[in-house]
């Protein structure tokens, strides 16, 4: 069997549980076939005098029959990498909010330089049969840099966010040079059918691809294929985190503390994407409009601490602040406060306790590639006894997760009345939409995600027929 290396902007230590579904997915296939895993450490360097910084410094470790490999950036690259170009145009463009992109053009250079020195570092460390599958945004001219090395490995591309229509795609600075790069790759999977669909209009209008079908296209002297490779989560790890010891004391504790009222949850890092000041007007609007349901729900807002590097989370951590403070403040009665937040990370042993004791999750993105949250809390639920899922529309599960309470976040009222209406909604059919939801993400969990990309990346050779890379 092949080596399979996997590269990403970060990384996570397979063998720990806090690592998540992705580490935990990957980690069988690492395993098996003694993988490597590749991306940045974390560390930034500063410049020191008179020497250049930012070369890469790699460190590496053995994490059972894995090898994880990071390397540092200087100051300089991350600034423009990975708070520039990454998170402050390609994740809002993609997310559909060109308001909050930050065009800076000296930030595609950078992107560019540190996709480069991946290349580089990770050249040297390549076997010639190694399948290779390079994950998200910040790396999406990776395999274009690795060609241009003389590399002819096999390589995949997952990306995890959405890819937006055309002409939104087309704001981003750049954006014909990144769509050609998905050309350097055998198989480019997406999220969803909807961000499928729209990489084969972009590829039809802005590059005149010629479609081979079955999802090949040719443009630029080469074939790629392409198709969406919805996401899933290990479903029987999640659900054995419920029952072990930790998973129970807090669903006991969750019990205990609000037995005389239904909980709701929300789950997210603290970004714009996930739709929080909307999330929280539509729940005021329910108390406005359903004075029955004071007292007797609470919501329970997390929201992890992510990218505060980044100006546009500095607004919407206050907006989000004033929000509850307000609620709160014109709600809530000496013995009930309607929404308790929290500004931080929870332990992943301990979600599934809290999901459990929930009656209700509200998943309301505005935009999300897909949303394993929404997964997680299906996954938690006791089956005699389910909690209701209220899901945006504009999250990529919407397209599996179609029992659930499907509503549009910027729609307030409308999510007021989808809030109520899960919150009084009768055993059986709580226990019927279950039932169809638990399927589905059973069947299409990460392991299949992962098998389904790697053997249709295995089948998926691009032909070459000349040189297709081209300078920024
Ligand atoms: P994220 O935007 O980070 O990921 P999401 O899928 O919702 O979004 O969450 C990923 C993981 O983080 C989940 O396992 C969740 O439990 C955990 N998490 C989120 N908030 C947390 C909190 N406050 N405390 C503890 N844990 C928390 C990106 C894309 C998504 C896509 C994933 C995977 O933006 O659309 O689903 O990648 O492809």
């Known amino acids: 069997m092949p080596r399979l290396v996997v590269v990403s902007n970060r990384l996570a230590d397979p063998r720990k549980t806090a690592a998540g579904g992705l580490a935990v997915a990957l980690a069988d296939v690492l395993n098996n ?5 590749f991306g940045w450490s974390g560390k930034i360097v500063e410049a020191s005098a008179g020497g250049k910084a930012g070369e890469g410094e790699l460190h590496s470790t053995q994490a059972g029959a894995v090898k994880l490999v990071t390397l540092d950036l200087s100051r300089e690259d991350h600034d423009a990498y990975y708070v520039g170009y990454s998170n402050g145009v390609l994740w809002p463009v993609c997310h559909y909010r060109l308001d909050l992109a930050d065009f800076d053009a000296g930030y595609i250079a950078g992107y560019r330089r540190v996709n480069q020195l991946f290349a580089r570092k990770l050249k040297p460390m390549l076997r010639e049969d190694d399948i290779i599958w390079i994950h998200d945004y910040h790396l999406i001219p990776l395999a274009a840099e690795l060609r241009a090395l003389g590399c002819s490995q096999r390589i995949g591309f997952f990306l995890h966010i959405p890819l937006p229509p055309p002409l939104i795609l087309a704001a981003i600075p750049g954006h014909d ?36 079908g079955e999802g090949r296209w040719r443009a630029f002297n080469r074939t790629v294929q392409a198709g969406a ?13 419920a029952e072990a ?20 949850v929300g789950v997210d890092r603290l970004d714009y ?27 329970i807002q997390i929201a992890s601490p992510s990218r505060e590097d980044v100006s546009a989370y500095n607004d919407i951590l206050h907006e989000l602040e004033s929000l509850c403070g307000s609620i709160n403040g014109n709600f809530g009665e000496l013995d009930w406060m309607p929404v308790r937040y929290m500004h931080r990370t929870v332990a992943r042993t301990r979600l599934p306790g809290l ?20 997964k997680e809390f299906l996954a ?3 089956p005699q006894d389910p909690g209701v899922l209220v899901l945006s529309r504009f999250a990529g599960a919407a397209e599996q997760l179609r029992e659930a309470l499907l509503v549009n976040p910027y729609d307030i009222e409308g999510t007021a009345n989808a809030i109520h209406l899960a919150l009084q909604m ?4 709580r226990r019927s939409r279950h039932q169809s939801l638990i399927s589905t993400i059973k069947e299409y969990d990460v392991h299949w995600w992962c098998d389904g990309f790697l053997d249709t990346l295995a089948k998926a050779k691009a032909e070459e027929t000349g040189t297709p890379w081209l300078r920024l």
């Open 33 to 37: 076939t003694g993988g490597l895993w």
């Open 177 to 212: 040079w990144l769509i050609r790069a998905l050309f350097a790759y055998d198989l480019v999977g997406f999220q969803s059918e909807a961000d499928h669909s729209h990489f084969c209009s972009y590829v039809q209008t802005e590059a005149h691809a010629q479609n081979l």
């Open 229 to 241: 490779f919805p996401i899933g989560i290990d479903v029987e790890e999640f659900t054995a985190l």
């Open 245 to 264: 010891p930790e998973g129970r004391e807090m669903y006991e504790r969750m019990r205990r503390e609000y037995s005389r009222r239904k909980l709701l």
């Open 273 to 299: 994407s996930k739709g929080l000041p909307h999330r929280m007007r539509a729940f005021r609007e329910m108390l406005q409009k359903y004075p029955e349901t004071h007292n007797s729900a609470t919501l």
């Open 355 to 374: 999901y459990r004791a929930s009656r209700v999750a509200l998943v309301t993105p505005l935009r999300d590639g897909m949303n394993l949250v929404a």
């Open 380 to 382: 938690a639920q006791d």
């Open 426 to 429: 009768p055993i059986e059919e």
